[in-house]
T-cell receptor, first 116, second 113 residues
Framework: NAGVMQNPRHLVRRRGQEARLRCSPM?????VYWYRQLPEEGLKFMVY????????ESGMPKERFSAEFPKEGPSILRIQQVVRGDSAAYFC??????????????FGPGTRLTVT | AQTVTQSQPEMSVQEAETVTLSCTYD???????LFWYKQPPSRQMILVIR??????QNATENRFSVNFQKAAKSFSLKISDSQLGDAAMYFC??????????FGKGTRLHILP
């Protein structure tokens, strides 16, 4: 059973370009979470999605950032017009629920975004 | 608002010795989950141990155990018989009822041979 997949692992973008980060959850998992880790910091929650729904986006910056988890395909975190401050590691996690009970969040290996 | 505080940015321990990493948290909830995650240089987040708040018994996973003090909102991690492979960043984390995880800033653990 493959774990959470993220690609690319490393992404370099110039200021003003767009960054697209992809996350494929574990098989059977319908919940996806995105976290951002700045250098020497802990992970910070960004957004929680289920298929075709955003459940909680309280950690998302108000502008330039968006996320989706379509019915088919991976979850996408999109950053428009990147700035140097967006340089960070972006982690995706997935989990499942059974009978309304949440199970562990499993993390992907992260995507390291560098903005030059 | 829920917060997680790790007051030790770095710690060192001699190989084969025991070390304790501290964590305190703040919440008004009564039912929640607490975790310790390990992040080695590869950056992969690895779940070390978890504790359910309604369980009084401290969780244990092989060489890793916790001291969970619910009233004091304290959740420390004890690593016994430290090994070189234990060197990593360790993050204490709290899972909210809304299922997002709040992380502390981490403790970098060095293992001295």
């Amino acid at each position: 059973n493959a774990g959470v997949m993220q690609n690319p692992r490393h992404l370099v973008r110039r200021r003003g370009q767009e960054a697209r980060l992809r996350c494929s959850p574990m098989k059977g998992h319908s919940h996806v979470y995105w976290y951002r880790q700045l250098p020497e910091e802990g992970l910070k929650f960004m957004v929680y999605l289920q298929k075709e729904n955003i459940i909680d986006e309280s950690g998302m910056p108000k502008e330039r950032f968006s996320a989706e988890f379509p019915k088919e395909g991976p979850s996408i975190l999109r950053i428009q017009q990147v700035v140097r401050g967006d340089s960070a590691a972006y982690f995706c996690a997935s989990s499942r629920t059974v009978g309304g009970r949440f199970y562990e969040q499993y993390f992907g290996p992260g995507t390291r975004l560098t903005v030059t | 608002a829920q917060t997680v505080t790790q007051s030790q940015p770095e710690m060192s321990v001699q190989e084969a010795e025991t070390v304790t990493l501290s964590c305190t948290y703040d919440t008004s909830e009564s039912d929640y989950y607490l975790f310790w995650y390990k992040q080695p240089p590869s950056r992969q987040m690895i779940l070390v141990i978890r504790q359910e708040a309604y369980k009084q018994q401290n969780a244990t996973e092989n060489r890793f155990s916790v001291n969970f003090q619910k009233a004091a909102k304290s959740f420390s991690l004890k690593i016994s018989d430290s090994q070189l492979g234990d060197a990593a960043m360790y993050f204490c984390a709290y899972r909210t009822p809304g299922d997002k995880i709040i992380f502390g800033k981490g403790t970098r653990l060095h293992i001295l041979p």
